[in-house]
């Protein structure tokens, strides 16, 4: 096993290298604007998972999609040519969804923002169903005959009944 360090070193070095080779060895005038996002390598460094983006419509992504599916040979081939190491690791593509997913993400933040004021708007608008104080409290009289019965507070049964 390899340790994680060489693992990341490579797949840093095969995100350049890759890059380059698109640019490079990639003849296809149709291959659209490609962005190497990122480079997952195995800890036996056999093989390797390249994630990519492609700018434009979706037409423009399956149309580089399928260049860069043709080419696969291509590009393994020039990055194994660059790389100093025993093996060459098989070349995976994948489209990155993360833009696309954390563009969602942030319509859907701005969707809850604009409720959330909304929310804060009709609350500040707001008023009262009945009374301010909707439960009952008990009226307090205190007979000024009963000095004893003054410092206690004596509940009005009549004005809970109304």
């Known amino acids: 096993m390899v340790d994680a360090a060489r693992a990341r070193k490579l797949a840093e ?20 604007f490609v962005t190497i996002t990122d480079v997952k390598v195995t800890p036996d460094l056999q093989h390797s998972t390249i994630y990519y983006t492609v700018y434009g419509s979706a037409e423009d ?16 081939r020039e990055v194994g040519h ?12 994948v489209l990155d969804e993360i833009p696309e997913t954390a563009a969602h993400m942030n319509d859907l933040l701005a969707e809850a923002r604009n409720r959330d004021a ?3 708007r009709l609350a500040a608008e707001a008023k009262f169903a009945g009374d301010e104080n909707p439960y009952k409290e ?3 009289i205190v007979d ?3 000095a004893d019965l003054a410092a206690e507070d004596v509940y009005d049964d009549e004005a809970d009944e109304k």
């Open 138 to 140: 008990p009226k307090i």
């Open 118 to 120: 909304e929310v804060a």
């Open 61 to 76: 992504k399956a149309r580089s999609s399928e260049i860069i599916e043709r080419n696969r040979g291509i590009i393994r």
């Open 13 to 32: 070095r095969i995100k350049v290298l890759v890059a380059e080779a698109l640019e490079r060895a990639v003849k296809d005038p149709d291959l659209g």
């Open 144 to 146: 000024p005959e009963d």
């Open 82 to 93: 660059k790389l100093n190491i025993r093996l060459t690791p098989t070349v995976e593509f």
